[in-house]
């Protein structure tokens, strides 16, 4: 008998599948309780109730491996089983397939904890599961479903299984004889029974209505019964007579006799009201919304789906009409002099450089200008880059704080420079003057109420709700938003994105805009989560690149330590990696992409000799240069 017993409940959301391999990896009692509210762990010495001591605990018995690659898996683990944004849970994905792209175990030659418990937080992530199931991170897929086939966390799994089964059934049992309405109160209880009168009530119609019967009885409420007469092509007055006969028959007389078409017109007018307050107010036109229905078609199965598809196709309707402004956060706003210019200066542009149709706008240039501290932050001094709407300049010097804020810059015109050469193109704004009035604008964007795409029937509420759903930042627009844009315009803040106004200033209140999501990924992630914590050191240095082109190193930028291009001796670059048995060997001999080899093996020469054997062929085809070595 093991000295060590996990009691932990089937019904806990999410499930810490983690400890539950642990455990049974390591032939630990499992004890399955619905009464247990947290899981413990006992052991020789005592009980442990802290979830990661029982982690601690269990990974000590299993083994570890090298300590530092360990503790850097714990890490990955941890972060695996909260992850709910898209970009932060494919980044982590990316990260452990590459990993195993040549490895069976995450750490060493066996099964180790730190196995168990990154396939543990994967299990108990949905998304994680989902994202997989596409099939693009085939080492990844290999290794979670070997680890998932180990005799002992097949025990693990069957014996869940089991003692969700054996809950359910004693749940059903137990309703049968508590019949109620938690909460319920005598003489506020009103139920309904709306069967469809386009057909004969069924043994399921029975049960429903005998129910809702039953309960209003119970609390002195009353039951209504209301024909849900929304299908009239199959609808009879035959089968709505029937109906009524049938519920005499089983004694159940409802309070209040309905149709669902007695409503359609307050139905109606809530809908409508509903699209102009939690969608329109959003930026959602009713040509998308028209457009994304109609593309879906009629079905009578029940669908999820995503935001991105209705976003994107909302942001091809608003782009090509959609007046281009500029605004800049207000927040250590920086001020720029640019050597060259001319007096202050007045010029009329378009509102949309693809579609003059919008309107045109009055833009100021002046030897003074404002960046935005993030722009200026990143600007090196030499460096040119391209001031939008007016050309090239170059940095000259830039003066910042002691605590890294950038307070002022110095740029010079070289409005020759060829805009295509540059990296960085910047929005801007005149400094405001007399002549040059400034708006205050406030953008606003919302987060998910919930953290959880789909709530669990054991959810509770307070865990999954978003700390922060609203988030505001005060910017300086320049002054065509003041005379030209009105409640409930579709308008771009360039390098920003899509935004409606919500709010005109009046003197009181500033312009206040919400940002309206365009279908990307990044527009739509939760902000409520914050970057993946994937350990830079858990995986070696030379990690195996998926979709090489021209060089390139995939969906994983190139391997930690291995210079681009930089080869030392025959085939080899330098491995960044403390091993002194891993070798980085490039995958065409003397060129190619690197590709990383830990062996025990002893070196050897080469068969062929130092130098590599060119076999002649007698061919009419053309003859191509190898791709790598095209410049």
Known sequence: MSELTLSLSPATT??????????????????????????????????????????????????????????????LAKSLSTLTAYPDVLAALDLLDDHLAYRTFLVGHAVTSADLLVWGAMKSNSQVLGILKRNQHVHLSRWYSYVE?????????????????????????????????????????????PPEPSGYLHIGHAKAAILNQQFASMYKGKLIIRFDDTNPAKEKEEFENTILEDLKLMDIRGDRFTHTSDYFQELHDLCVQMIKTGIRRRGLTVEALKQYMLSQGPSQATIMLEWDGIWATNKKIIDPVAPRYWALEKKDIVKVTIEGAGAVEVKTLPLHKKNPDVGEKSTV???????????????????????????????????????????????????????????????????????????????LDYDYLITKKKLEENDSVADVVTPQTEFKTDCLADANVAKQVKKGDIIQFERKGYYICDQVGDGTHGFEFVKIPDGRVASLASKATPGAATPADSVD????????????????????????????????????????????????????????????????????????????????M??????????
């Open 541 to 620: 240095a030379g990690s195996k690149p998926k979709a090489v082109a021209k060089g390139g190193w995939g969906k994983s930028g190139p391997p930690t330590g291995v210079p681009s291009g930089n080869t030392t001796g025959k085939g080899k670059v330098p491995a960044s990696s403390a091993d002194p048995n891993e070798n980085v060997m490039l995958s065409e001999g003397s060129r190619g992409f690197p590709i990383p080899v830990t062996t025990k093996m002893y070196p050897v020469q080469r068969v062929g000799g130092p130098s590599e054997v060119v076999a002649e062929a007698d061919t009419k």
């Open 14 to 75: 999410p499930f810490p599948f983690t400890i539950l391999v642990l455990a049974s990896y390591v032939s630990a009692n499992l004890n399955f309780d619905v009464e247990v509210k947290t899981p413990v762990l006992r052991t020789r010495d005592g009980e442990v109730t802290d979830l990661e001591q029982i982690v601690a605990t269990l990974s000590t018995t299993v083994g570890q491996g090298e300590s530092t690659k360990h503790a850097s898996f714990v890490a």
């Open 149 to 193: 086939n180990l005799p002992t966390t097949q025990r693990a799994l069957t014996s869940l299984t089991e003692a969700k089964a054996n809950k359910a059934r004693s749940t059903k049992t137990a309703t049968s004889f508590n019949l109620g309405l938690p909460g319920a109160v005598e003489g506020q209880v009103i139920t309904r029974f």
């Open 365 to 443: 240039y002046g030897p003074d200008i404002y960046l935005e501290q993030e722009d200026a932050a990143s600007l090196e001094d030499n460096e040119e880059v391209t001031l939008m709407d007016w050309g090239n300049a170059i940095v000259k010097s830039k003066t910042t704080s002691g605590s890294g804020v950038v307070e002022s810059i110095t740029v010079t015109l070289h409005l020759e420079g060829d805009f295509k050469k540059t990296k960085k193109k910047l929005t801007w704004l005149a400094v405001e003057s007399l002549s040059n009035t400034l708006t205050p604008v406030t953008l």
């Open 622 to 631: 053309y003859k191509v240069p190898n791709i790598y070595d095209v410049q």
